[in-house]
C-alpha cells in the first residue's frame, strides 16, 4: 500500500470515529440533556474509551459544535440539491418524526438544549449563530434560484425576508412537536399552505 492509499485510508478511519462519536453524543443529549450527558457517558454510548474519545474533541463543547456544523452542512447539501420541493409536505411528513441515527435532524428537544447552551458557551453561541445565517443564506439562494433548478425563480430584493419566514416556521414546528406530538397533520398542512404560499409569489407582498 502507497502513502497516498494509507493516508486516505486513516483518513476515512477519523472520519468514521468522529461520526461515530457525534452520533453517540446526539443520542446522549436527547435522552439525557446536555449538563447531564458527560464525555463518560458519550464514550460508553459509542463503545469507546473517553480517552479515545478526547484524541478526536477536546471537549464536550467541541462535540456540540461539530454536531452544529454537520447538521449545518447536511441542510445545505439537501437545499443545495436541483429537486423540486413541496415544502408544505415535507414540513408536514417531518413534523414529529424522531431524529434520525445519522444525525440529517435535529430533533425539537435536542434543538430547545442546543438554544439554552448558547446562552452559557460563546463557542456555542457563534456556532449556533454561523449556522443561522448560513442556512438563511443557503433559503435565499433556493428562492432565487429558476424553477428549472428546482428553486422559485424570486428576485433577490426580496428573498431575504422570505427566507427568515421559512426559517422561523421551521424553528417554530421543532418546538411545537415538542409540545403537541399528535397534531392533526391535516390541520397542520392546512395551516402552512396558508403560511407558505404567499411566499412564494414574485410580487412584494406576503
Not at 89 to 111: K, V
Not at 151 to 171: D, M, N, V, W, Y
Not at 182 to 198: F, I, K, N, V
Request: charged share 25%.
Amino acid at each position: 500500500m502507497n502513502a497516498q492509499a494509507r493516508s486516505s485510508k486513516a483518513e476515512a478511519r477519523t472520519q468514521a470515529q468522529r461520526e461515530r462519536i457525534l452520533c453517540a453524543a446526539q443520542q446522549c443529549f436527547i435522552e439525557h440533556g446536555i449538563h447531564a450527558a458527560g464525555m463518560a457517558r458519550i464514550a460508553e454510548t459509542a463503545g469507546m474509551s473517553p480517552g479515545l474519545i478526547y484524541r478526536y474533541f477536546e471537549s464536550k463543547s467541541a462535540i456540540i459544535q461539530a454536531i452544529v456544523e454537520r447538521q449545518l452542512e447536511l441542510l445545505r447539501e439537501d437545499i443545495r440539491l436541483n429537486r423540486r420541493v413541496d415544502l408544505v409536505q415535507e414540513m408536514t411528513e417531518g413534523y414529529g418524526r424522531t431524529c434520525n441515527a445519522d444525525g440529517r435532524r435535529l430533533s425539537g428537544a435536542l434543538l430547545l438544549e442546543l438554544s439554552a447552551e448558547a446562552t452559557r458557551d460563546p463557542q456555542i453561541a457563534d456556532a449556533v449563530s454561523h449556522f443561522d445565517v448560513n442556512l438563511r443564506q443557503a433559503l435565499e439562494l433556493w428562492l432565487s434560484r429558476s424553477a428549472s433548478e428546482g428553486g422559485k425563480g424570486l428576485p433577490a430584493s426580496i428573498t431575504p425576508a422570505r427566507a427568515l419566514i421559512i426559517q422561523l416556521l421551521f424553528e417554530g414546528l421543532r418546538v411545537r412537536e415538542t409540545r403537541e406530538p399528535g397534531l392533526d397533520r391535516e390541520l397542520l398542512m392546512t395551516a402552512l399552505d396558508q403560511a407558505l404560499s404567499p411566499l412564494f409569489r414574485h410580487d412584494d407582498r406576503t
